[in-house]
């Protein structure tokens, strides 16, 4: 009875699952960081203030690969035009701060309602057909040239000069001797806080039973009345609106330029992989994991170096376990 009770649950869950925090990651991460202090051979205030950089920019990160793996686990493409969405949304909270005189918080709670429109309108109009016949391919390419078709939008318009967001709150609070800006700290637990609201609709509402019920079988799930198109444009909806929080939370501390969104498409994917497709806690601990090993690897290998080890870790999870940290065994 209960082995039947567990291949219930494993189906529902389909693609997308919302697992908890294994014991194992949670170890390897502290004995990662004890190791650091140790034998690092670094001022133990300047890992502190790494380790609390890292966390901050880590939620930051994960609240991108949130959006990135919902995508895939209900629809199930890999949506290449993330990170251009992500600049999409920077520039629309760049140009309410500047032109309209809004505070980047207020342009940001705007944002979040066009950009879920844009992916609703975006999976509708573009990838909705080729969805439902269950093609793969043909999403990926549009979302490719939907992230060349924005990157190259934008440069037209605002051209490549690098731009700056106005922040507004200043001031900056000290912690175990780590000193963390008040604008990070609100990226930060925005992140968190959306990340949470998402994990609550996923387990505890009717419609996020229905975004599970199509992710693990589409058909079965129309069958039953569910509007699979409906749940299809919602969905990419609320992972366009993901990127908008997550662009409005980083605006105050990121400089802007057409191709910013690039090196987070790359991160998201090396994320979303490392903790798992599909898996909703994956990204979350993914992008926290990545966060610090970018932030305490900057103190060996500064500058880009820092990616060595982000590509390093990723390396090393996919060869002792290519489905990822929270992924299904095949």
Not at 21 to 35: I, Q, R, S
Not at 69 to 88: K, R, Y
Not at 234 to 243: D, E, L
Request: glycine letters at 14%; one cysteine or more.
């Amino acid at each position: 009875m209960s082995d039947t009770v567990t291949g219930s649950q494993t189906r529902t869950e389909g693609r997308l699952r919302v697992p908890a925090l294994p014991l194992g990651v949670t170890l390897a991460v502290v004995v990662a960081l004890v190791g650091v202090y140790v034998f690092g051979q670094r001022e133990a205030g300047l890992v502190t203030q790494s380790i609390a950089t890292g966390l901050l920019l880590g939620g930051v990160y994960a609240l991108v690969s949130v959006g990135l793996t919902l995508i895939f686990g209900v629809l199930g493409i890999v949506n290449f035009a993330q990170g251009a969405m992500l600049t999409l949304a920077l520039y629309l909270v760049y140009t309410m701060t500047s032109s309209w005189g809004l505070p980047v918080y207020v342009a940001t709670l705007i944002a979040i309602p066009v950009m879920y429109l844009f992916g609703v309108l975006v999976q509708t109009t573009l990838l909705n057909k080729l969805t439902l016949a269950g093609s793969h391919e043909g999403p990926m390419l549009i979302t490719l040239g939907l992230s060349l078709l924005i990157a190259n939008v934008l440069l037209m318009i605002y051209g490549g000069r690098p731009l700056k967001v106005g922040g507004s709150v200043d001031g900056s609070i000290h912690l175990f001797g780590a000193i963390a800006s008040y604008e990070r700290v609100i990226a930060f637990v925005g992140a968190l806080l959306v990340a949470l609201l998402l994990t609550v609709i996923l387990r505890k509402t009717s419609f996020g039973m229905s975004i599970r019920a199509v992710s693990a079988n589409a058909q079965g799930a129309s069958l039953v009345g569910v509007d699979v198109s409906r749940i299809y444009g919602m969905t990419f909806g609320i992972g366009s609106a993901c990127v908008a929080v997550a662009g409005g939370l980083m605006a105050p501390f990121l400089s802007l330029t057409p191709s910013v969104g690039e090196q987070f498409t790359i991160l998201a994917f090396v994320i979303v992989v490392l903790g798992g497709l599909g898996s909703v806690g994956g990204a979350m601990v993914g992008g926290l994991v990545i966060g610090l090993v970018q932030t305490v690897g900057a103190l060996y290998l500064p500058g880009t170096g820092s990616l060595i080890l982000v590509f390093a870790v990723f390396v090393c999870v996919l060869f002792f376990r290519p489905q990822g940290i929270f992924g299904a065994k095949p």
